[in-house]
């Protein structure tokens, strides 16, 4: 007798969802299977944004210890849990008091029975004031002694300011750009222009090139301002003309006047006033009137050793 072999059925694919019962009738639809999205982690979602730390008031007097040079505060000083101060909302004068456990800073708004504990203290200078007390934080906002008050009494001395973190950070980084803006044209300034602005500075300039550009480059670190703006003053490049010209021998800066060399003659350009440098009021007379007839001949004359 043969035999016959027998293959399993091939299974059929079905996608499992959600039944319609809406009628019997009708063929079962089924659902497509829904997507699942899984949320990308925010951990890093609050990066660069401002957290809330503690708030730190800083009293406004202060000294300079002689032998340290460090600025140095009362190592205790205590100011009054209370004061009367301007409402703006209700326009009128309120008592403020700061008890702990008091979720309002105004008398009118505090138990009855409520009372003042102990003045508020300064350490070395600074209260600091965490985020959790908040009614400390309104009751330094609101007093008379602090000095960013919009509102304070002007007849209450000024003890204590905020101390604006984020502001004098601001500051600093703006003033590191520029000196690192001042101290880029410093360093990468043609050598002719390098040395004609060195000369206007007072750089000596007989030296390498390399020693005129450090010297140049601390002069912008140390006033990056001054270095930039004077580079781009018209007066910096009337100097510099002058300047070369008295190198040439064409001119003659004397502490009371400025003339020319003519051979042996010294024929008057201007005379200089008293306590005035020669080159700040040479420059400042080349500015205008028989002065820029004086710095075209100057220019024309130094075309000859170009």
Not at 88 to 101: D, E, F, H, S, V
Not at 181 to 204: C, E
């Amino acid at each position: 007798m043969a035999t016959t072999k027998t293959f399993p059925k091939k299974k059929t694919a079905v996608k499992t969802g959600v039944l319609n019962t809406a009628t019997t009738t009708a063929s079962p639809v089924v659902e497509e299977p829904k997507t699942i999205v899984q949320n990308t982690p925010r951990s890093n979602f609050n990066f660069g944004k401002k957290k809330d730390g503690p708030t730190i008031y800083q009293l406004t007097k202060s000294s300079v210890d002689r032998k340290t040079k460090k600025v140095k505060y009362a190592l205790v000083y205590m100011i009054k849990a209370e004061d009367i101060i301007y409402d703006p909302i209700k326009g009128i004068n309120r008592k403020i008091r700061y008890i702990p456990g008091e979720s309002s800073i105004f008398e009118d708004e505090q138990k009855k029975d409520a009372k003042v504990k102990s003045p508020i203290t300064f350490n070395e200078g600074f209260l600091i004031v965490g985020k959790q007390n908040p009614t400390l934080k309104k009751f330094m906002e609101h007093h008379n002694q602090n000095g960013d008050n919009p509102n304070r009494m002007t007849n209450s001395k000024v003890v204590f300011k905020k101390k604006d973190t984020e502001r004098k950070a601001k500051v600093s980084l703006k003033k590191s750009v520029l000196e690192i803006d001042a101290m880029s044209l410093a360093l990468k300034m043609p050598i002719g222009k390098l040395i004609g602005y060195a000369k206007v500075l007072g750089v000596n300039v007989d030296k390498s090139t390399d020693e005129i550009r450090y010297d140049m480059k601390v002069l912008a670190q140390k006033d990056p301002n001054g270095f930039i703006s004077g580079m781009d003053n018209p007066v910096t490049e009337i100097k510099e003309t002058i300047l070369l010209a008295e190198e040439h021998q064409l001119i003659s800066m004397a502490s009371n006047k400025v003339t020319w060399i003519k051979g042996s003659a010294r024929p008057l350009i201007t005379h200089v006033p008293i306590g005035q440098k020669p080159i700040d009021h040479f420059a400042d007379f080349c500015k205008s009137g028989d002065g820029e007839k004086v710095l075209d001949e100057i220019k024309n004359q130094l075309k000859r050793f170009n």
